[in-house]
């Protein structure tokens, strides 16, 4: 028996409710001490599991021990010499891949939301059963996780165990009547479990997705050791998101972005799936092993700082549309639409001129996991700007290096010395061992884009490899760049950005310096009519084409309960949306 053993049960299923119990053969003679994680690594928020606990308490010998509340998220124990049983009823009903979510379905949970931890017993092996709901209507469920087996069949339900509280919960759950599938890398099984109503190909998938996770493979050198990996996929109308794990990943995905049997084309939404895949299965060195040195161990209870996101989710977002390429599961011209979408993405938000990505990576925990109506004027992404500097990055390094060397040798080193022998990747050092690495001064590159916020020089980069750049005006609120514009003529836009509301547009974001600004309009506004017109979602792009640069427009808008009306001068459109092409022959670069 394991010092700590966790029992799962989808006691409730109807009212989303798991029963666990968490039984502790040694506990502390002075009290035990027992915590729920603040948040989950791979997503930078507080977001306070323990407020799903719907009661909590503790049992010895089948007698009740007294609980204390320590603070929102932990508990001591009364003393007691025997067995300690905790047990707790935990509400699930969030369909993301960040908690849990249990209905009559599915069952879905990470360990951070579910498995209490056990003060000075984090570090030893522990074991979880974990059952299936009571009643014929889930006869056919089944479990899907990377979780070791210690006793349970293979996609069944039964016992599992981790080496320690850490591992524990880094294996998320899914239970239910999924379709698997399953192909071979590197000679671990890797599966492929969708919940959720879909069509897709699953010879497809398997195919697809073991080329990708072959390219990683190749890269690093070799797949970290592991028994299985598990790509977890829920199917939903309109979903998108995904969490790295060391042996798994969950994902959340449109049904319609998966491929259908009969079609070998690659569409804009698998290519988008195909890429979320290949992020995730790349954190699986990036990130899940090399790490920050602030990660080793992760403190769960507070935000965790570190100027490093850049590196790991940034290169990721680098390589996870590159692998795509590199393997050709799509054309130069595909990849370099989607390089072309987020640059636009990024040159659209006058953050970029006010953020560093260094910054954007130490304020995860409250801007850009909590961005609001203000975010594209105030912050930059360290995913879309910290993927233009990987690839900075490793243009700089190829050219300097007469092609020899590039951001591949970084990762390798990266893998090698630190994911490798489980060191943590130190923010200060780090710079002078890629430039002793790889023999070029980059001193002033990390100076300039990634601690200061001077435009990147894109062009030269990618003039440089072959690429044309070119930045013409958008046609559309829909226009997301990377293709050539449908019409000669120049759209004018308002700056803003905006949603359907039954009666009218809600404007979302209002942009720095657009005309709407200009005319004292703010996001929440319900817009009603122009020019004494009524104006809805579906043709307001077209009304607002019907303008030029100059014209006045009158405005009628909702400001809560208030209607007001302002005189908006219309402004000359700015160039920020990107068109690539190639110039003659496929760059190097995207054919490694
Ligand atoms: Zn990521």
Not at 1 to 16: C, F, G, L, Q, T
Not at 239 to 261: I, K, M, N, Q, V
Request: glycine share 6%.
């Amino acid at each position: 028996m394991n010092a700590v053993h966790y029992r799962i049960i989808p006691s409730s299923p109807e009212a989303h409710i798991f029963e666990v119990t968490c039984t502790v053969n040694a506990p502390d003679p002075a009290g035990q001490i027992l915590s729920l994680p603040a948040w989950i690594p791979g997503s930078y928020m507080i977001r306070d599991f323990s407020k799903n606990i719907v009661s909590i308490n503790a049992t010895t010998n089948g007698d009740k021990v007294a609980i204390d509340t320590i603070d929102k998220q932990t508990w001591r124990c009364a003393p007691c010499d025997a067995t300690l049983v905790i047990t707790c009823q935990i509400y699930a009903w969030d369909l993301s891949v960040r908690s849990a979510h249990l209905d009559t379905t599915h069952g879905y949970f990470n360990g951070t939301s579910m498995f209490l931890s056990v003060q000075g017993q984090e570090h030893l092996p522990c074991s979880v059963e974990i059952l299936a709901p009571a009643g014929d209507r889930y006869r056919n469920w089944k479990v899907s996780t990377a979780m070791s087996l210690d006793g349970a069949q293979t996609h069944g339900f039964g016992q599992y165990c981790a080496q320690d509280y850490d591992e524990l919960i880094d294996h998320p759950v899914e239970m239910g009547d999924f379709t698997l599938a399953t192909f071979d890398v590197a000679g671990v099984p890797h599966d492929i479990a969708i919940t959720g109503k879909h069509r897709a190909d699953m010879d497809r998938l398997c195919r697809d997705l073991k080329i990708i996770c072959e390219h990683h493979v190749a890269l690093f050198g070799e797949l970290p050791a592991m028994d299985r990996y598990v790509f977890q996929v829920m199917a939903t109308g309109d979903g998108y998101g995904g969490l790295e794990h060391r042996a798994s990943t969950s994902l959340l995905c449109s049904r319609y972005d998966l491929p259908l049997a009969g079609n070998d084309k690659v569409s804009e939404q698998y290519r988008s799936f195909l890429g979320l895949c290949s992020h995730e299965y790349f954190h699986t060195w990036n990130v899940k092993r090399i790490k920050p040195d602030v990660f080793i161990p992760y403190d769960l209870r507070d935000e965790t700082y570190t100027h490093l996101m850049w590196m790991f989710e940034g290169i990721t977002s680098y390589y996870d549309d590159l692998s795509l390429i590199r393997t050709k599961l799509i054309e130069a011209d595909s990849y370099l639409e989607l390089l072309a979408q987020n640059i636009t993405r990024i040159q659209r938000g006058s953050g970029r001129l006010k953020q560093s990505v260094w910054d954007s990576s130490f304020y995860t925990w409250n801007k850009f996991y909590k961005q609001d109506e203000n975010a594209p004027n105030a912050i930059v992404s360290y995913y879309g700007k910290g993927a233009l500097l990987a690839m900075g990055l490793d243009l700089i390094i190829r050219k300097h290096s007469q092609q020899e060397k590039s951001l591949d040798d970084v990762m390798r080193y990266l893998w090698s010395e630190y994911g490798k022998k489980g060191i943590g990747v130190n923010e200060v050092s780090i710079e002078q061992e890629i430039i002793e690495l790889t023999g070029v001064d980059l001193k002033d590159f990390f100076e300039r884009y990634l601690r200061g916020i001077e435009e990147l020089p894109l062009q030269k980069w990618l003039q440089e490899q072959g690429v044309d750049v070119e930045f013409r005006t958008p046609q559309s609120s829909q226009d997301k760049g990377g293709k050539k514009p449908d019409s000669a003529d120049e759209k004018v836009n308002f700056g803003i950005r905006f949603t359907n509301k039954t009666e009218g547009v809600t404007l979302t974001h209002v942009l720095d310096n657009g005309a709407a600004q200009i005319a004292g309009m703010s996001a929440g506004d319900v817009v009603l009519a122009m020019d004494g017109i009524r104006v809805d979602a579906k043709t307001f792009d077209q009304r607002i084409a019907e303008y030029k640069t100059d014209d006045r427009v009158e405005i009628t808008a909702f400001r809560r309960d208030e209607l007001m009306s302002f005189t908006l001068a219309v402004i000359e459109p700015e160039a920020d949306t990107c068109v690539l092409t190639i110039q003659s022959k496929i760059p190097e670069w995207l054919s490694d």
